[in-house]
């Protein structure tokens, strides 16, 4: 991640005739505060499951991957203080991606070419086994260079100690590269030419770029003619690039598919490729799926992705920088991704931290190939405790009830809502459809709909002046009612979480890939943990991750209620809630 997203900035994200929608930025630089040690933790609103270290600030996660039995998950970390700062690739390992356990720092600052930082990388595992990390370094001359570090002691699963070799950087910019915008490089893969590539995030004007670079033996790299891809939509960072499996009428779709195997011409029908950009202009992240031309080496999205910064993301809301991994173990793709905190840094400071990862997701092509589907990895199911249910429970127009028997404050919540009449649903003006956020702050929880807003209140206190919607609408896209076309409108709305007025509360929104008219129901699952809401509609089709801090819904006053401000009744044909455990989170290894 480069300088332009340090500074704290109101950025404009999407302008149309019709919209305006606004961001804000997701760190900045404070040299007054970024080494001033916490000198306490307030618990008050840390995660319970989502992992984070014990203190200080965070972001992107960093070379994730799985070496002899172990998950290893690198990320940027500030060992010194709660704002962004110094650095470093902080290391932890785990066994399950549920349990971690904290090592020293892998990658930090220690020669002239990253003596000015060491920003994200990637991890590659090469045929031969050896695990080997590249990484953006700042020079003196504040350039920014990929270099490369291998494991010094390749008996070691927990994989302690990294050398950096002399010949770095291996990829240095070019007269055609700014070398203030050049950074983040991908997992390599293996070409049917025995080449090597990779990709590196950078910029030309405002045209993003997936700079593509070969290599014979990984330590002398040059760069292609041609970038992979590229699109008018400002920096790119953090780019990845993977394979993922296409249904073919089998079950073994969602398997991963390894980066390792992109140079197997025999895949060529049996696989699609992603290319997720994160872009430093609205700290969003967005993907396309399309096919990859091996001897060419150009990547072409399928018709219906919208190549643009109004494009599918893996996540509306809080979620950025993300990385994925190909896990061997259980043959599935894992996405990690940061969620930056929403209050300001004078509350960081207080708090003594600053940032969290995202549960870890497996990733999957839908089976049209129509979009990536997203659900939390299954060891997540080990941390459920005390279970509650409700099953088959209409919600009448204006009604709401509360779920209890168990403490929601930290938990998980699988509800699935069958509706009654779609034939009301309200008439949908296409003008929303480029501005789903826009329409949620509009038409949000508290406004009453035909078919909805229907959904969940999390972290509310009990008298309801503190709560966090999570809902559907649904519409009709036009006025004939025979050939009408209905659309879901899927919310995370945190205007009523707090009354802190300093703390950042968009609503988040996105339409949801889903034919209602056939199912007649739709489905939600809810990670609740503290200060975060990760909301997945319909199976994973659509993913919105949320930071709140409410003061009185705190403990054993969070309550979860389920509600419906839509004329028509809906039914809870089942709901599973559970109580979440504690994991053991980044204690230091003995």
Not at 346 to 356: E, H, L, N, S
Request: aromatic fraction near 12%.
């Amino acid at each position: 991640m480069g300088m332009a997203a340090l500074l704290l900035v109101w950025a404009l994200l999407h302008c149309t005739g019709t919209a305006v929608t606004m961001v804000r930025a997701s760190h900045a630089v404070y040299p007054e505060l970024q080494s001033l040690e916490a000198e306490k933790v307030d618990e008050t609103s840390r995660t319970g499951y989502h992992f984070q270290p014990p203190k200080h600030w965070i972001n992107d996660p960093n070379g994730p991957m799985y070496y002899k039995g172990l998950y290893h998950l690198f990320y940027q970390y500030n060992p010194k203080g709660a704002v962004w700062g110094n650095i470093v690739w902080a290391h932890s390992v785990s066994t399950d991606l549920i349990d971690w356990t904290a090592l020293a720092p892998g990658i930090y600052p220690s020669r002239q070419f990253d003596v000015k930082g060491c920003w994200s990388g990637s991890a590659t595992v090469l045929p031969s086994g050896v695990p080997v990390v590249m990484y953006t370094g700042i020079d003196p001359d504040e350039h920014q260079v990929q270099n490369v570090a291998y494991p010094k002691n390749l008996s070691d699963p927990f994989l302690r100690e990294w050398v950096k070799p002399d010949y770095n950087p291996i990829i240095a910019p070019d007269s055609g590269v700014n070398a203030s915008a050049f950074r983040d490089p991908t997992t390599a893969w293996y070409g049917p030419d025995r080449h090597w590539r990779l990709l590196v995030g950078s910029k030309v004007g405002g045209k993003g770029l997936a700079v593509l670079y070969r290599s014979r033996d990984f330590r002398r790299w040059v760069k292609a003619h041609h970038p992979l891809h590229s699109g008018l939509t400002g920096m790119w960072e953090c780019p990845d690039f993977f394979p993922v499996a296409v249904h073919g009428g089998g079950r073994h779709y969602r398997r991963g598919v390894d980066t390792a195997e992109l140079h197997d011409r025999a895949l060529a029908e049996e696989v699609k490729y992603v290319l997720k950009v994160s872009l430093d202009l609205t700290r969003y992240e967005y993907y396309t799926v399309g096919t990859y031309d091996h001897a060419t080496d150009r990547y072409t999205p399928d018709a219906g992705f919208r190549d643009n910064d109004y494009g599918l993301r893996y996540d509306y809301g809080d979620f950025y920088a993300s990385k994925s991994f190909y896990d061997p173990a259980k043959r599935r793709r894992v996405l990690w991704g940061w969620a930056n905190e929403s209050d300001t840094v004078p509350d960081d400071r207080r708090k003594g931290w600053a940032g969290i990862q995202a549960i870890p997701r497996k990733l999957w092509l839908s089976p049209r190939g129509k979009q990536l589907i997203q659900w939390p990895v299954e060891e997540v199911k080990a941390l459920r405790a005390k279970h509650v249910n409700v099953s088959d429970k209409v919600v009448k127009s204006g009604q709401y009830f509360e779920v209890t028997g168990f403490k929601s404050v930290q938990s998980d919540v699988e509800v699935e809502f069958a509706i009654g009449d779609l034939s009301k649903a309200e008439r949908f003006n296409p003008r929303w459809l480029t501005d789903p956020q826009a329409l949620c702050k509009k038409r949000g929880a508290r406004e009453t709909g035909e078919v909805g807003p229907f959904g969940l209140w999390v972290l509310a206190a009990g008298d309801l002046t503190e709560r966090t919607a999570v809902f559907f609408r649904v519409f009709r896209a036009n006025s004939n009612s025979s050939s009408s076309r209905l659309v879901v409108l899927m919310c995370n709305d945190p205007t009523n979480s707090t009354f802190e007025a300093q703390v950042y509360r968009p609503t988040f929104a996105s339409f949801v890939n889903v034919d209602i008219a056939r199912t007649k129901t739709i489905a939600l699952r809810t990670l609740i943990d503290h200060s975060v809401v990760e909301s997945f509609g319909a199976g994973g089709r659509t993913c919105i991750l949320t930071r709140v801090y409410p003061k009185k819904a705190l403990g054993d006053n969070a309550h979860l209620f389920v509600f419906n401000h839509g004329e028509v009744d809906v039914k809870v044909t089942r709901l599973d809630a559970w109580e979440m455990r504690t994991p053991k989170m980044n204690a230091p290894a003995q």
